[in-house]
């Protein structure tokens, strides 16, 4: 059965983190779709200044994590500050969680995942500067490339991206893990 995989994003992601790992995603035969509460475009923050537009799949108010076999959330600042406030976005990661199916974010995505909830017992990267958040949420912070819980994947910054992708697609070929958890 093919898999299909939900990125979350919305303007300001971190383009290298929804690019790298869509092409890695579909080089192995997954359909990704990018999941926005926008509809149309979305805009990509790189260097340090917007770049791209890439298209929206599907708007977050229409799909469910039943839709998908997996979930990833790319970085960037201004994406997660976003997401963390659209209560449609948090249930949508919820959701994954709660199915047991793989989650992965890199970079400062694990915002996103603070405000779902999602956190707390969890061991996990993340960018440096969130390091405190995910602490005083209840994660176990670890300073790694790449960290795998229970099909939970979490990377540092786009130097990761090669492992992160690595793990990633193990761990959607895996599917669901029955330790995975909220």
Not at 8 to 22: D, I, Q, R
Not at 62 to 67: F, I, R
Not at 122 to 145: F, P, Q
Not at 167 to 175: A, Q
Request: proline share 5%.
């Amino acid at each position: 059965m093919k898999k299909t995989i939900a990125i979350l994003a919305t303007n300001g992601f971190e383009e290298s983190e929804l690019t790298s790992p869509k092409e890695a995603m579909e080089k192995e035969g997954f359909e990704v779709h990018i999941v926005s509460p926008e509809t149309g475009k979305i805009k990509a923050w790189n260097k340090g200044d917007w770049s791209k537009e890439y298209p929206v799949d599907k708007n977050v108010k229409e799909v469910s994590a039943k839709d998908y076999n997996a979930l990833v959330l790319p970085g960037g600042v201004i994406n997660p500050d976003h997401l963390r406030t659209d209560e449609n976005a948090l249930k949508f990661v919820r959701d994954f969680f709660e199915q047991k199916k793989p989650v992965a974010a890199i970079c400062h995505g694990p915002w996103t995942l603070i405000s779902a909830g999602v956190v707390k017992g969890r061991t996990m990267t993340s960018y440096n500067s969130i390091k405190d958040d995910l602490k005083n949420a209840g994660a176990n912070w670890v300073d790694k490339e790449v960290v795998v819980d229970e099909g939970f994947v979490t990377s540092r910054n786009p130097g990761d991206l090669p492992a992160f992708n690595s793990k990633l697609i193990e761990e959607i070929k895996e599917g669901k893990h029955k330790e995975q958890h909220a």
